[in-house]
């Protein structure tokens, strides 16, 4: 297991970050996604943490709080040393039926962090996330409530989900002008058939030093390798009963069909090349990976030794590339000669 900085802090965390979403069930598309209760939970983290995970994520909105009861209590029932683990959670979702029980007010934030904090049973959230865009909202609230969390001590650092990139520079540039705690992170859907966040989202990331976790890496176990062309999921699986998030599908087949073969060669599964694949990318700092089954988390775990080879990269790259779109490729085009010209310099030296 790799360790690797959250964005430009010094705090190191796992490759691979457990996710509880699975944890709690309960009404709607909570029972579809996972049920898991305290035991079978708890044999999940121990796994994880065993294998040196040291990262675990969930969101207040996880059946509706219960996610977060079942993780903290498992961190207790487990003894895990506080300092032995990174806890990143998510504010934004409804929590209840006033109107204020949601968004990314300071309302919302500053009740959302003392709920989180009990249902947890911890003194501090190491990372705590927005987890969606507030239409609603300025985002100067947004960083202050944030701010005011960190200088609280209720809040290590701060995070962002599924925003655009302009949203997450706007933040930023409050941040510096104002001198106010930063996001650190972006939380974003990312897997080998579904690309897009490398058209903005990724050069933003490089650009401004912010870690990336991915969620939903498998795409809602669509790249397990169950699916195919020809294999459309048994009644009751995950994607048969919540098709979420929205794929491409000719993409992934072609995907998956470049991937089996390189598996069949490792004697890997299908998913572990997909995880691998996502853990070769530069602008990854944490994958996260959920579980039904402890066989499931350690097929994912194992991915962490997968070895992809040049070649490899390459067919899969090219089974799984964008399409050219404007203005990437006029970049890309018009900034060539520069891009030579540092290459050139840099050799010289």
Request: hydrophobic share 40%.
């Amino acid at each position: 297991m790799r360790y690797n900085t959250l964005g430009r802090t010094g705090l190191f965390v796992s490759e691979l970050c457990l996710g509880t979403m699975t944890f709690g069930g309960g009404a709607g598309i909570w029972n579809q996604i996972g049920d898991l209760q305290q035991s079978d939970a708890e044999r999940l983290v121990g796994r994880a943490l065993d294998a040196g995970v040291n990262f675990i994520d969930t969101a207040d909105v996880y059946s509706q709080g219960v996610s977060e009861e079942i993780t903290g209590q498992a961190l207790k029932n487990l003894k895990v040393a506080r300092e032995q683990v990174v806890i990143a959670t998510k504010v934004f979702g409804e929590m209840g039926s006033s109107p204020n029980e949601r968004g990314a007010t300071r309302y919302h934030i500053m009740n959302g962090v003392k709920a989180s904090l009990k249902r947890l049973q911890l003194d501090h959230i190491d990372l705590y996330q927005i987890h969606a865009f507030d239409p609603v909202t300025p985002i100067e609230e947004t960083v202050r409530a944030l701010d005011a969390l960190v200088q609280q001590g209720h809040v290590r650092y701060a995070g962002v989900s599924n925003w655009a990139a302009w949203q997450i520079v706007k933040a930023l540039g409050i941040a510096q002008r104002e001198g106010l705690a930063r996001f650190e992170s972006l939380q974003a859907y990312y897997t080998i058939a579904g690309r897009d966040l490398e058209r903005e989202l990724v050069p933003m990331l490089e650009s401004e030093g912010l870690g990336l976790m991915v969620w939903s890496p498998l795409a809602g176990g669509l790249l397990s390798g169950k699916y195919g062309r020809d294999q459309q999921g048994e009644a009751g699986s995950r994607r048969t009963t919540f098709d979420f998030p929205p794929v491409n599908r000719e993409r992934a087949w072609d995907c998956v069909d470049a991937m089996r073969p390189i598996a069949q060669a490792k004697g890997v599964s299908v998913a572990q090349i997909a995880l691998a694949w996502l853990l070769h990318q530069r602008a990854v700092t944490s994958v996260i990976i959920g579980a039904k089954r402890v066989d499931q988390l350690d097929d994912n775990i194992a991915a962490t030794k997968v070895k992809l080879s040049v070649e490899e990269l390459g067919v899969l790259g090219e089974a799984s590339g964008l399409a050219a779109e404007y203005p990437g490729w006029m970049l890309a085009r018009q900034g060539e000669q520069r891009r030579a010209q540092l290459r050139q310099s840099r050799q010289e030296e």
